[in-house]
Structures are given as structure tokens and as C-alpha cells.
């Protein structure tokens, strides 16, 4: 994924990925057909991680707040470890065949729509396109900045800042970061914070 997001998937050939692998081009179409099956691979492999990760930060948070909470200190960690390939998974998806694109974009919505359940249970009476385009800007905040991380752009920075766009106000999103929770456990679809 590092070759991918330095050069673009159209600069990157499979000896490009075999050399950084370690072993032949030959080598590597032993594994893939091509290198659209490699990214569909990174993807189905980060979309798994997220999937994983988001049903542990759920799992017992009790309310929707802390469940909020959770899944920003998550998702913030999660891509920070992971900057490349957050900016390879939000740059390059229409690289893919239509089937893995197809898979990938269900996979994002139903990651969205979780974020969007939790907004909308705590931003009562705001219109749904609000919330889902708070949400959309938030996550996008985080991949943007975890591609510049550095002194000034940390982890807890980047999560203090996605509080004041998703918590509804006073909620005390000042204290702590955004969560002042660290990520603990996780469910599925529906009210998954239970």
C-alpha cells in the first residue's frame, strides 16, 4: 500500500511490488492475477480490520455518547497506525472491478450509517442530511490529518477536534479529547452500544 499511496496505482507495476516484497514480479502473480485483485485484497483486509475494530469499541459502551466516544478514539488510532492505507482505501476504490467496488462502497455505507446512527440519537432534531455530512467530514478529518501527522497533528488532537463536530453542544467534548475514553470492546448494526 505504501507504493500505491507514494507513486498512484497507475505508476506502480508488479515488479514495483515485488521488489518492495521481497521476492519476483513472477512471485507475486503467484498469489494475484494482477493488481487490481492485490488492492481489492488491501482492501477487503482493511475493511475487515475497521469492521473489527468498530464492533470492539461498541461492545458494552452503555449509552450512545460513549459509544461516540469509543468509536472517534477507534477510528482516530486505527487510521493513524494505518495512514497509507487510509489514503490508498480513499484515493484509489475506482481502480477496482466493479464486484469489489460494489463490496467496498456496502461496506462503507454500512461503516457510515453506524456513525450516523450514534450522531442522530445525540443530535436529536437535526435533519439527517446534517448529520450525515458531519459525519462524512469527520472521518475524512481524520484520514487527512493522519496523512500529515506530526508534531502539531497527533492522535488526541485529531480526536479533540471530531468531539465539537459530531457531540451536540455541551456536551464536555472539551475535556479529554474527543472520547476521554480509551476503546474498549464491540457489536454490530442497529443500537450496537449496548
Do not use: C
Not at 38 to 64: C, F, I, K, M, N
Not at 99 to 109: H, I, K, N, S, V
Request: aromatic share 6%.
Amino acid at each position: 500500500m505504501r507504493l500505491f499511496h507514494e507513486h498512484g496505482y497507475h505508476q506502480v507495476s508488479m515488479a514495483d511490488i515485488g521488489r518492495a516484497a521481497g521476492i519476483t514480479a513472477s512471485s507475486v502473480y503467484t498469489h494475484f492475477t494482477g493488481k487490481a485483485e492485490l488492492l481489492a485484497a488491501a482492501y477487503d483486509r482493511a475493511t475487515g480490520r475497521l469492521e473489527h475494530a468498530v464492533a470492539e469499541a461498541l461492545v458494552g459502551a452503555g449509552s450512545p455518547e460513549r459509544a461516540l466516544r469509543r468509536l472517534v478514539d477507534t477510528y482516530v488510532r486505527l487510521t493513524f497506525a494505518h495512514a497509507d492505507l487510509a489514503a490508498v482505501y480513499v484515493s484509489e476504490s475506482e481502480n477496482l472491478a466493479p464486484p469489489d467496488l460494489r463490496r467496498l462502497r456496502a461496506a462503507q455505507r454500512r461503516h457510515v450509517d453506524t456513525w450516523v446512527g450514534l450522531v442522530a440519537e445525540l443530535r436529536t432534531g437535526e435533519e439527517p442530511a446534517a448529520i450525515r455530512f458531519r459525519v462524512h467530514a469527520a472521518l475524512n478529518a481524520v484520514t487527512d490529518l493522519a496523512r500529515s501527522a506530526g508534531p502539531s497533528v497527533t492522535e488526541a488532537r485529531t480526536a479533540a477536534l471530531l468531539g465539537p463536530m459530531l457531540l451536540p453542544p455541551g456536551d464536555g467534548v472539551e475535556a479529554g479529547g474527543a472520547a476521554g475514553v480509551s476503546p474498549a470492546a464491540g457489536a454490530p448494526s442497529g443500537r450496537r452500544w449496548r
